[in-house]
Each structure stands twice: as C-alpha cells, then as structure tokens.
C-alpha cells in the first residue's frame, strides 16, 4: 500500500537558523497537505500543494512539490521558538484516503 | 465558529473494559474521520463516513471496534473490549465535502491509557 516517509525524524536548531523537512511517498500523489502539532496539541492544517512542481510560501514558510508528485518539502527560514512542533506532511493517491508520515519534531533552542 | 468537539479528553481504563468517544464535527461538514495516533506517529485513519454512511473502514479492526453516525453529525467510537495496543490518542477530523483537495480539520483528541 501507499507509504509515506518523512526525514529527519527529529531536529534541534538554534533560533535563527534554517530548518527542512523531507516527504516521500512511494507512489504518485494527487496532492500533498502539510500540517503542524504543537506539543500537547491536535494537527492544525497549514498548506496543500496540487500541481507538480508548485512553490507556495507562508511568510516564513517555503513549500515545494516534487516534478513527480512524490516527494514535498517544508523549509522555515530564521526559526522562531514559536515553530518548536511536530510537522506532518499527508499524500493522496489519486481517488484514495489522506496517509500521513511520521512527522519531525522541530525544537528550537532560545 | 466552533470547532470540532470530542469528548472525552482523557480515558484511563483496564484491559477488557469498553469505552467509547464522541465527536460532534464542525456544523455544516459532511465528511467525519476517525484517526489513531500513537505516540511518535502520524495519524492513521480507521474509518470515514460521508453523511451517515461509512465509505472507508478498511483499517478499523472490526472485531472489537465499532463506530455509527447514526444523523449524519455526531459520531461515536467504541472498543470493546480493550486491549493493551489500543493505547493512543483517538482524533477526529471533518471537513465539509470530503473531496480530495478538502482541508481537515481536527478535534483536541481522546488520550486512552489502557492499564
């Protein structure tokens, strides 16, 4: 079945540095959401990516769509201590459910 | 607007003991999910229902689980009995069509703590 892998698992920064999350599915996507757990906390949707190749960008926040439809990135530009969360990105096959990754674990040391 | 409720926030029960969720979606969305998740993973979906209807339960283990939206709006999920594994958080999610592009949005979660 559709598999979704996420790398690294875990990553500690200091504030002000840059920070990226990989994605990879084993299959072709129709699109990919990400979303953000806070400590203690529910996921809280940030952003969908639909076309190959796309780019979108929320402030800090950079999101990519692989040509192929199989891998995504997140990047955050200059972390903030309000970043520290768990960042899950989730792919749908074309007609099929949402599966989520494992997520990374963003902490940010002040 | 609210949100999505579940009720309740924390479970703590022996093995072979039920217990049941519930969740009341966000007004208006059709699309209601269940998801487990363990401690350091992602959520994994174990059923979705458009309307009252349960279109995808293919990852529910049906020998001990069970859920119903009975009207279409508010679900519940029930283990029975419960065992051990079941240890996680249980979220549920809605959105308003639950077509491929929909956003999901996601209830506070039920932590169960099987003894």
């Known amino acids: 079945g559709q598999q979704v892998m996420q790398i690294p698992q875990y990553q500690h920064v200091q504030e002000g540095e840059d920070f990226t999350t990989y994605c990879n599915s084993s299959?072709?996507?129709?699109?990919i959401q990400w979303y953000k757990q806070r400590p203690g906390g529910h996921p809280v949707f940030l952003i969908q990516?639909?076309?190959?190749?796309e780019v979108k960008k929320q402030k800090r926040l950079t999101f990519q769509f692989g040509e192929a439809k199989k891998n995504s990135s997140l990047h955050i530009t200059a972390t903030q201590t309000t970043d520290v969360g768990t960042y899950f990105c989730?792919?749908?096959?074309?007609?099929?459910?949402?599966?989520f990754g494992a997520g990374t674990i963003l902490r940010v040391k002040s | 607007e609210a949100g999505v409720v579940q009720s309740p926030r924390y479970k703590i029960i022996e093995k072979k003991q039920p217990v049941a969720f519930w969740c009341n979606p966000i007004s208006g969305h059709n699309t209601l999910y269940w998801y487990r998740q363990n401690l350091g993973q992602g959520p994994e979906l174990l059923i979705r229902?458009?309307?009252?209807?349960?279109?995808?339960d293919s990852q529910l283990p049906k020998d001990r689980f069970s859920a119903e939206r009975l009207k279409g709006v508010d679900s519940t999920l029930k283990i029975q009995p419960a065992e051990l594994g079941d240890s996680a958080v249980y979220l549920c999610a809605s959105s308003p069509q639950g077509g491929s592009t929909d956003t999901q949005y996601f209830g506070p979660g039920t932590r169960l703590t099987v003894l």
């Open positions: 229902y458009e309307n009252e209807e349960a279109v995808d």
């Open positions: 990516l639909v076309k190959s190749g």
């Open positions: 989730a792919g749908r096959e074309y007609g099929n459910k949402l599966v």
């Open positions: 299959t072709t996507l129709s699109n």
